[in-house]
């Protein structure tokens, strides 16, 4: 990055920090859209919503320079996802007082994910998917303890906005339990129907919904090679799927191709940024009819 | 008068040595204890007043002097170690936010500080020249260690071996400078502050190295199997955190079983304080200590000490000004024939006590001067003396 785009970021920063402080805002940086997302719902006018990924970089292996992280340490509030989210935070210099692990209430319950191939996709660098899972939000139960935790991280900050926090909670409740009913009443259909994913990033979906779930590591944005093919042949012989979940919208040959072996594609996006079109609900929702196609047959 | 100074001045200057000898000797009388009381005053208020502003300390059962002594005043002497766990266990209280702090390593001679953020915030410490620390390897430097060295941000400093002859330790560290704190006149203007994690990189139990799933170096491989590669020592460790190898800078197992040497505990209130020390005064493995206590017992002590120089001062002072006496008798007496050469040639008696007195106040102002001169010194470098001999 050339120092004109840094100093240009400081002042922007410098910039949102004053006016946040004129209004009495609380400045909340996150490491994710998600948590942006339940942020603002229960914050709504008493906070400054700040996710600063860029939205081509999956936020997971985003790594973020001086300029970014001097945000975050302005921040008045920092919320992580936990589930060994943002491998950044390992690296980076962050006030401790200021953090709030939004997956604090079920961090004993993640998925450990024991052995990953490094692969890469998009501007973000090699990485894996070892170590713990970290979509927990697709597990809409969980999502609602995320944005409890949230919901009290700003409570803790401004006690005197708790009543309207609380408020604004509830509702964003409402809607996660009634996504999680929608998922439960999906599935419930035929609980035995094998899926596949493009990416192992499903895991909290599959448990919580009991979907009978096996990814391989495909790309929407780039052709499946020889190689990749013969995995997904040998996958087949034990686990007889019709149905392929990708994170975005896969290549038109791609397709063509799952479509010749019987398999059809559905979108269902993590949402782990920020969306292009809707919100957080309206993604989900959107995932949900996709979903609703599989197991509708 | 005036001739009576003239000639007691003509006198002291031709006796050289014995007036260099009087004025050498009430100096010292009057500087020592006043010189003293000011370096003690300035400990005291150095000691407490950073005391006073540290509510609670948790270390490892052990001295509780030491642990005050090291994490306030970054003293060499390190206290027991212990895990990151009791830092988080106090943050999980919600009765009071913890700072960690790791004081064990140097760079040059001064202390290497790792903590959080945090820390900052509570000390009210601000950067005067570029930025915080923003990543691994990063180090922000206190006015004094600036200055000493000649360091600025964008220069880099290296820290040193726990030991000289560490042949198997790790390589030191060498870490960019991104800031200098303004002087704020405590043990911070003496140090290095680095992120906690940076500390542990120094001590090796974070390190940066090539990925060993895809090196081409056969010869670093020890074993390999399907889940596991072991290098051997061969295998080369970065010795600076760089944007190019950053990413490969890993910590093994749970950061809360990872060490530090105290945890600054900041209580919420005056109960919350009392309900976190109600925690620790049964624990086998930790004490909970308030500095503001500690350090009144050092001073305490001191003060015993003091007491026992001023007697001694005011015994040796007692002597000293008996032999001033002597000194002046034996020298009236020693002077009988020019004394009664002035009284032969018309003055009076008056005007030998005069000149006696013109020598005596002479080598009082010559001493009061010193004394003066020698205070203001000491005055301008309290601060340094008092870290020098006090707090070192």
Sequence with gaps: MNRETTVLKIVILLLV??????????????VNYPLAYFAQRIGAEHVHTVYPAPPDIDPAFWQPDSADIAGFQQADLILLNGAGYAKWLDRASLPQRKLANTSVAFQHDTI?????????????????????????????????????????ALVKKRP??????????????????????HVKNVVSRKPDMALLASHPVYQYLARRYKINLKSVLWEPDSIPDQAQWQALQHLLRTHQAKWMLWEGTPEPQSVKRLEAAGIGSLIFDPCANTPEAGDFISVMKRNIMELEKAYRD | MISSFYIAWRYLAFNKVRSATLVACITLIAFLPMALQLLLDESQQLLQSRATSTPLLLG??????????????????????????????IMQSDLAYAIPLYVRFHARNSVIVGTTLDYFDFRGLQIAQGRMFA??????????VAEDYGLHPGDAIVSSPETLFDLAGVYPLKMAITGVLQRNHTSDDLAVFVDLKTAWVIEGLGHGHKDLTSTDDASVIMTRTEDSVTANAKLFQYTEVTEDNIDSFHFHGDLSAYPITAVLAVPDDVKSATLLRGRYLENPRYHIVRPKDVIAGL????????????????????????????????????????????????????TTVNLIVAEITLIVIASSIISAGLLYLVDANADTLVRQLVLR
């Design chain 1, 160 to 181: 005197q906005h708790a009543q309207a926090f609380t408020h604004n909670f509830r509702l964003l409740e409402q809607e996660l339990v009634s996504l999680d009913e």
């Design chain 2, 60 to 89: 490892a059962r052990g001295s509780a002097l030491d642990l005050v002594m090291n994490s306030l005043y970054f003293d060499e002497q390190v206290p027991d170690v212990f895990t990151m766990q009791a830092a988080e266990d």
């Design chain 1, 17 to 30: 920090s004053l006016t946040a402080h004129a209004n009495d805002e609380l400045t909340v940086y996150t």
């Design chain 2, 299 to 350: 001073l305490e002590n001191i003060f015993r000490i003091k007491s026992v120089i001023d007697s001694v001062i005011a015994i040796v002072g007692l002597a000293t000004v008996m032999a001033i006496i002597l000194v002046f008798a034996l020298s009236v007496r020693l002077r009988q024939r020019e004394l009664s050469t002035i009284f032969r040639l018309g003055c009076s008696r008056m």
């Design chain 2, 135 to 144: 990543v691994l390897g990063e180090a922000v430097i206190g006015a004094d």
């Design chain 1, 112 to 152: 450990r994910v024991e052995a990953a191939v490094t692969h890469q996709h998009g501007p973000g660098g090699e990485h894996s998917h070892a170590g713990t899972a970290f979509t927990t939000w697709l597990d809409f139960s969980q999502a609602v303890e995320q944005a409890r935790a949230v919901k009290q």
